[in-house]
């Protein structure tokens, strides 16, 4: 048995409703407002726990709004949890949604710099990664042209090739196999196994469960804030 | 000799210790410093790609106003101010670079949501790039300010050489503190960044800009010494005008400066850890 490199001991996590709707509000109903952003918190986790070990690789399943996307945000450390803790040890690299971090006016070259260093990356280090970012995109033509020019498969190529190759320890993947084209697709699948044999442990949030047959091997089961079942995926590989 | 020696073997292993933690120190500065430099690249790059007159824009508001602000108050007002287009554009120069500063981070953060989302870094350098971007626009519009003292048949001097980047650490601090409360708490309340233009109009005419401070009856000179900005763009003006350079007003603007930096970063830093929840 490796070490874990994700622990998850009993977290909590609830968001405040309605808050960011002005400072109207706020002025002139200062008490009720209080009141009511009280009352209406939201249980997006209630006293969750689990571990990851290194090299693993952890699927996440559930309705919409179960939560998934909150234990990614607690992983990745953008969210804090309200009780209980997560530790991480590794570098994590999420994958992020069609063209985030991106600018469409500046080119695809310039927008791999400026993600590769975003996601955690020197200035050297995307430079001399620079020519297999763009090989494992297939934007050679395209390379140099602002990205408002591109198709939204182009865009998550791209956004994808970056990720893979800030050689993260811990992946994050969010719904993002969904796009692109088939054979692309089927290059990510294949680029994640051997991921997965390199030891890189992968978390993948989804709903669709033949995705995550066909990579994880434990999966929990989220379903109202809590943790419903973790089962264990045959060995299907 | 033995003893020297003993005591550097002692000393060997913190010190080995000491030296890895400069190093990862350094490797974390050094991408910090890649961080900030591709982030301000990216807006100023954006700035120049979206419209072909990039730079003449930016120039041409603060002129544009000069040429109101001259009709209005020297032809129709008659103000009695020497060169007054120099006395205008000199002020107004500066007060481009805070005025866009501040309105253009507020949407550093929510105009990034799905970055503060997902990934963790300094979110801190988002406006930071803001400000610089600005920064970078304002010192290439000096030239323009040079050109207006060669028609008046005025030099730039000496001094400019340790005024201009000694004036800019004050006025990057006020500015920079501003951007970062304004960035985060816009983030909670989206009304403020209407507010916030108000409160900047409201700024602007409280700061001398277009009129000297002893335009101003003495019973009020405290509200226009209250704001941060008045010896700031003051001492600008003394500079590119007259070549000189005031040290009081600069000690006041430093300490103005950094008051309203660890303001705006207080705030920040109390706020930071709720952002990804507020988008």
């Known amino acids: 048995m490796s070490e874990p490199v994700i622990i998850v001991d009993h977290v909590s996590k609830f968001f405040s409703l309605h808050y960011a709707s002005g400072i109207k509000e706020l002025l002139f109903h200062l008490p009720t407002y209080i009141k009511e952003a009280k009352r209406k918190r939201f249980f997006a986790l209630n006293d969750i726990s689990f571990k990851i070990e290194k090299g693993e690789s952890f699927g996440i399943i559930g309705p919409n709004g179960a939560g998934k996307s909150t234990i990614l945000g607690l992983i990745a450390g953008v969210l804090k949890p309200n009780s209980g803790k997560v530790t991480t040890k590794g570098r994590i690299a999420p994958l992020l949604e069609l063209g985030a971090g991106f600018h469409p006016e500046l080119t695809g070259r310039e927008n791999i710099i400026l ?18 970012i763009i090989d494992f995109s297939e934007l050679k033509d395209f390379i140099d042209q602002p990205i408002r020019t591109y198709s939204s498969g182009m865009i998550a190529r791209l956004g994808f090739s970056v990720a893979v190759h800030v050689e993260p320890e811990i992946l994050l993947i969010d719904e993002i196999l969904a796009v692109g084209d088939t054979k692309f697709q089927e290059k990510c699948i294949n680029k994640m196994m051997s991921f997965k044999k390199m030891g890189v442990t992968i978390i993948f949030v989804t709903h669709s469960r033949d995705q995550i047959e066909k990579i994880c091997e434990r999966v929990i089961v989220i379903e109202k804030s809590r943790i419903q079942k973790i089962e264990k995926i045959g060995k299907k590989i | 000799m033995i003893s020297k020696a003993s005591s550097n073997a002692s000393c060997n292993l913190p010190g080995f210790h000491f030296k890895m933690l400069i190093d990862l120190n350094r490797q974390r500065l050094k991408y910090y410093l890649d961080l900030i430099i591709v982030l301000t690249k990216k807006e100023i790059k954006v700035r120049y790609k979206n419209s072909m007159l990039g730079y003449a824009w930016s120039i041409a508001n603060p002129l544009l106003y000069a040429l109101i602000f001259y009709f209005v108050f020297k032809i129709i007002m008659r103000f009695q101010i020497k060169d007054y287009s120099l006395f205008l554009i000199s002020g107004l120069f500066p007060w481009q670079w805070v005025n866009n500063s501040i309105m253009g981070s507020a949407v ?106 002893k335009f101003v009856p003495e019973k009020y000179r405290y509200l226009i010494y209250i704001n941060p900005f008045t010896p700031l763009i003051t001492n600008w003006r003394s500079l590119f005008m007259r070549n000189i350079f005031n040290w009081d007003k600069y000690l006041l603007s430093l300490a103005y400066g950094l008051f309203v930096f660890i303001i705006g970063y207080l705030i920040y830093n109390k706020l930071k850890d709720r952002f990804a929840e507020m988008i």
């Open chain 1, 115 to 132: 993600n590769a260093i975003i996601l955690g990356m020197t200035k050297n280090e995307a430079q001399s990664k620079m020519d297999r």
């Open chain 2, 108 to 213: 550093s953060f929510i105009g990034n949501v799905s970055l503060i989302k997902k990934v963790r870094f300094p979110r801190l350098f988002l406006p930071l790039s803001q400000v610089l971007n600005d920064a970078f626009h304002f010192l290439a519009s000096i030239p323009v300010i040079i050109i207006f003292l060669l028609f008046y048949d005025k030099y730039p001097s000496i001094t400019w050489l340790y005024g201009i980047p000694l004036l800019i650490i004050p006025t990057f601090l006020v500015v920079y503190g501003f951007s970062l409360a304004v960035s985060s708490v816009n983030l909670f309340f989206r009304d403020l960044q209407y507010l916030i233009a108000l409160l900047l109009t409201i700024l602007f005419y409280l700061t001398p800009i277009f009129y000297t401070v």
